[in-house]
């Protein structure tokens, strides 16, 4: 195959997969684009064995074959609740697959003289390998094989300033050195890379895991198109630099989503405590919101309170949250929007950026619910709403809604712009517990006199309250 025609070809895929993640843009489109982006990438693999003449090797077919079918299993087997943790793996493997292409680049030379490839590829490895290493810590946060919550090691930010000296040292002697093996210096650089990326990630906590990811997402783009330098592969260099740039683009609106700065993520500023003054503090503001309620409903009895909050509701929002995916809920969450919109009533969904675990988690598995995609509103399109809202109907949210981050300074959450929840007229929760979220600050919304706390499994909850 002619350079001319290999190029032009891989534009056209490089475009269907720049075009497959605008259509993702939609959840109308999403799956549209998803495929376009597969079957592109798919054709740029097949180019790539055709241009350097290895499309016969039944080696590389044989790899191919048990990856998708490990692909296809891994598709059909993976839960929606199980997403992040899968992405959070996919990211990890990207990174590790180019970190190990550095590595033979390294170790197949012993005499490199190439300047520009040492660099390259010393860079693909460092980076490789720490999204591998940071991606499987992710994975094991969100698989809570390991502690969701920051985990801080004595003299933590020493021990990264070590890790990253050792690691700009022996990527210079890997550079620098011309002759003689390089295999052992590229392990030790390959090792010290993948105790950076450990020590970077476990100090993360739960609730800055959508962050992670997007980050985790961008590196592994980063890896791939820095590797694609090193083995003068162009079509390599533009599919990693896509997925790079959307990464990064991702995590810039992660972190605008809650008012904080990726560095101080990454060196953990927000994993601090909460204490009591933090959460008297927190309160005020709200505890007083509905002195005045009318007095003749005080002596109803909750269920008959329900009944009439529901009666008399028109404008209803219902809010998903984390809980809603480990319950599993989503399913009678459409139940209850079928009923209510059969009664006549307004109903919209409201979408925190980082109510799941990863980012779109919600949308995700409201979509697999079939809830119609023009009920689903984000934080910035709806928030103005609440205070002319009657009923506000919380499935598993807690953080997203919590009052506190206006008021609650030092706390992981102050600043985060939240669903303000607390403006409505009335608001029914439906938690397991009143427990913390994974920032670890108590949510003073439920201190209101208009909320009422339905604790316990959201499907037994729900079904009880509405019927469905």
């Known amino acids: 195959m002619s350079n001319s025609l290999y190029y032009t070809l891989a534009l056209i895929c490089v475009i269907g997969i720049i ?31 055709l ?23 891994i598709s059909i087997k993976v839960t929606m609740l199980k997403i992040p943790q899968m992405v959070a793996l996919f990211n990890g493997l990207g990174g590790g697959a180019s970190g190990l292409v550095a590595i033979i680049i390294l170790a197949e030379n012993h005499n490199i003289e190439n300047l520009f490839i040492k660099i390259t590829a010393v860079l693909g490895l460092i980076v490789g390998w720490v999204t591998f290493s940071g991606s499987i810590v992710a994975a094991l946060k969100l698989d809570q094989k390991i502690s969701q919550k920051p985990i801080q090691l004595k003299k933590h930010n020493l021990i990264i300033g070590i890790s990253s000296a050792l690691t700009c040292i022996i990527a210079i002697l890997l550079i620098i050195k011309s ?15 993948s105790i950076w ?30 590797t694609g330098l090193a083995i003068y592969d162009p079509v390599l260099v533009a599919v990693g630099g896509i997925v790079g740039a959307a990464g990064l683009i991702l995590t810039q609106v992660m972190c605008k989503a809650m008012n904080r700065s990726l560095t101080s993520i990454l060196i953990g500023k927000t994993a601090v405590a909460y204490g009591k003054n933090d959460s008297d503090k927190a309160g005020v503001a709200f505890a007083e919101n509905d002195i005045n309620r009318e007095k003749a409903i005080k002596q109803e009895s909750e269920e008959e309170k329900i009944k009439r909050i529901i009666e008399e509701a028109k404008s ?4 998903p949250g984390y809980g809603m995916a480990l319950a599993q809920a989503q399913y009678i969450v459409k139940g209850l929007y079928e009923k209510l919109t059969d009664e006549g009533k307004e109903v919209k969904f ?66 985060m712009p939240i669903l ?26 439920y201190e209101l006199d208009k909320v009422i706390l339905k604790l316990g499994d959201a499907k037994d909850t729900i079904s009880e309250v509405f019927g469905v």
């Open 19 to 49: 075009w497959g993640i605008r259509l993702m843009n939609s959840p109308k489109t999403a799956i549209s684009g998803n495929l376009l982006g597969a079957i592109s990438l798919s054709i740029t693999v097949i180019l790539t064995l």
């Open 51 to 73: 241009k350097y003449g290895i499309l016969s090797d039944y080696v590389l077919w044989a790899g191919m074959i048990a990856g998708g079918l490990i692909g296809y299993y």
């Open 179 to 193: 002759s003689g093996s390089l295999l052992f210096l590229t392990l030790l650089l390959l090792a010290n890379s």
């Open 197 to 226: 990326g450990i020590i970077l990630t476990i100090r993360v906590g739960g609730a800055d895991m959508p962050i992670t990811i997007s980050l985790l997402n961008s590196l592994s783009g980063v890896a791939g198109a820095v």
């Open 316 to 319: 209803i929002v219902i809010i």
């Open 350 to 415: 409201a979408i925190h950026p980082v109510a799941g675990r990863m980012p779109g988690h919600m949308n995700v598995l409201l979509a697999e619910a079939d809830i119609p995609y023009d009920s689903l509103f984000e934080l910035d399109d709806i928030n103005d709403e609440f205070s002319s809202t009657d009923l506000v109907i919380v499935v598993g949210a807690n953080d997203v809604i919590n009052p506190a981050a206006n008021t609650a300074e030092g706390t992981p959450i102050y600043g």
């Open 420 to 445: 303000n929840a607390h403006l409505a007229k009335n608001i029914i929760i439906f938690n397991k517990d009143t427990n913390p979220g994974y920032a670890g600050v108590q949510n003073t919304l």
